[in-house]
């Protein structure tokens, strides 16, 4: 019995080595609500990797100092918005890890749960240029960086250096962030060309940011 196992066991690791890699990135945040520059980056990174797909990762409760832990509208209407804004691209698709887990989203964790699930395929982890800069903050990030390949998006104002090992790409800059766009909606003006059509129209509908 236990050399049957034992031979079982083998032959699942021979077939989990010989399996062909995925490579597959993530971009993770907020998403309150997603816009363009979330679309442009994922595209390009996507692009200039050659990668199989790209992950939209929304987050339960961000950890990062500064940002509000209580969210104007819910997950679900989140959620909505990134699957209304990715759903005529193939190779965008939605992640519901963090959300599901519940609690504070850490990548550390986050990677570690993709991982085993789906141990065929390299993750690439997105971030800003800003991002970088705070990375020997990130829990665990010295076991991190074993896990997943950083991906830094260049930004004006921040240099391309860190002491973690970085896969830079460049990427249109488009001055657009999600506090904009709520304040524009709270304000009255128009969101036309920032967001997808139906994200505008589903924040139109719900009512959102007012």
Known sequence: MN??????????????TNMPRRHVGILGGTFNPIHLGHLVIAEQVYQQLRLSKVLFLPDKVPPHRGVSKTKPISSDDRIKMIKLAIEDNMHFDLDLTDVNRGGVSYTYETIKILKQCNPDTEYYFIIGGDMVENLPKWAHIDELVQMVHFVGVCRKGYEKSSKYPILWVNTPELEISSSMIRNKVRTGKSIKYLVPDSVADYIQDRGLYR
């Open 3 to 16: 050399t049957k196992k034992q031979l079982l066991t083998k032959v699942k690791a021979e077939i989990r």
